[in-house]
Nanobody
Framework: QVQLVESGGGLVQPGGSLRLSCAAS????????MGWYRQTPGKERELVAT????????NYADSVKGRFTISRDNAKNTVYLQMNSLKPEDTAVYYC????????????WGQGTQVTVSS
């Protein structure tokens, strides 16, 4: 059974930091590109950051470049998102994603964790 379990969300003041974690199970984690996405009410889910299966390549939304860092530990089947210098506009539900394409696509999502940036 595939599971992606996010943790680390919460309430933080502007300028603060949070570290999200996503623990994966039920699939071969090291094969998958991992990503973080976020969504606010009434808006489409948007890409925050992705990291390649081996961790050597990362990609970030322009809005988070220089503030957020994605990383992974393939030995622990976990992906992280370090969020610094948080802004109120970073408030959203953050979702973990696992993606792998071979002859078919494998695309898994976590349940999401709420991040609220407010004073």
């Amino acid at each position: 059974q595939v599971q992606l379990v996010e943790s680390g969300g919460g309430l933080v003041q502007p300028g603060g930091s949070l570290r999200l974690s996503c623990a994966a199970s039920g699939f071969t984690f090291r094969y998958y590109r991992m990503g973080w996405y976020r969504q606010t009410p009434g808006k489409e889910r948007e890409l925050v950051a992705t990291i390649s299966s081996g961790g050597g390549s990362t990609n970030y939304a322009d809005s988070v470049k220089g503030r957020f860092t994605i990383s992974r530990d393939n030995a622990k089947n976990t992906v992280y998102l370090q969020m610094n210098s948080l802004k109120p506009e970073d408030t959203a539900v953050y979702y973990c994603n696992a993606y792998w394409r071979t002859s078919r696509e494998y695309d898994y999502w976590g349940q999401g964790t709420q991040v609220t940036v407010s004073s």
